[in-house]
C-alpha cells in the first residue's frame, strides 16, 4: 500500500490501533550479533479498515552497517495483516 493508502485506512471512522516498535538481534555468518533496525507495526487486535489487496509489506531490517557478513542474504520482518472480517 501507497503512504496516502495508510494514511486514509488509519484515520478513518470507528479506526482503533495501536503501533508497536519491533526490534533485536540476528547473527551474522560469523555469529557475532548485530542490532537489527526497527520498524514499527500496527499492533495484534487492530480495528481498520482495508478495502483492497493485501495490508502490510516484507521489510528488510539487515544491519546498516559495512562490517556485518550477511554475504548476498537479508534479515527480513514479515509485516503482513492477518485481516478478520466483521459484520
Given at each position: 500500500?501507497?503512504?496516502?493508502?495508510?494514511?486514509?485506512?488509519?484515520?478513518?471512522?470507528?479506526?482503533?490501533?495501536?503501533?508497536?516498535?519491533v526490534?533485536?538481534?540476528?547473527?551474522?555468518?560469523?555469529?557475532?550479533?548485530?542490532?537489527?533496525?526497527?520498524?514499527?507495526?500496527?499492533?495484534?487486535?487492530?480495528?481498520?479498515?482495508?478495502?483492497?489487496?493485501?495490508?502490510?509489506?516484507?521489510?528488510?531490517?539487515?544491519?546498516?552497517?559495512?562490517?556485518?557478513?550477511?554475504?548476498?542474504?537479508?534479515?527480513?520482518r514479515?509485516?503482513?495483516?492477518?485481516?478478520?472480517?466483521?459484520?
Amino acid at each position: 500500500a501507497n503512504t496516502a493508502e495508510v494514511e486514509a485506512m488509519l484515520v478513518s471512522d470507528n479506526a482503533a490501533y495501536a503501533l508497536s516498535v519491533v526490534k533485536g538481534w540476528c547473527q551474522d555468518d560469523t555469529a557475532h550479533p548485530w542490532r537489527r533496525k526497527h520498524v514499527r507495526l500496527v499492533g495484534e487486535g487492530a480495528y481498520l479498515r482495508w478495502n483492497n489487496g493485501f495490508a502490510g509489506q516484507l521489510v528488510n531490517v539487515t544491519p546498516a552497517t559495512t562490517q556485518a557478513q550477511f554475504d548476498d542474504r537479508y534479515v527480513l520482518r514479515y509485516g503482513f495483516a492477518f485481516p478478520v472480517g466483521t459484520a
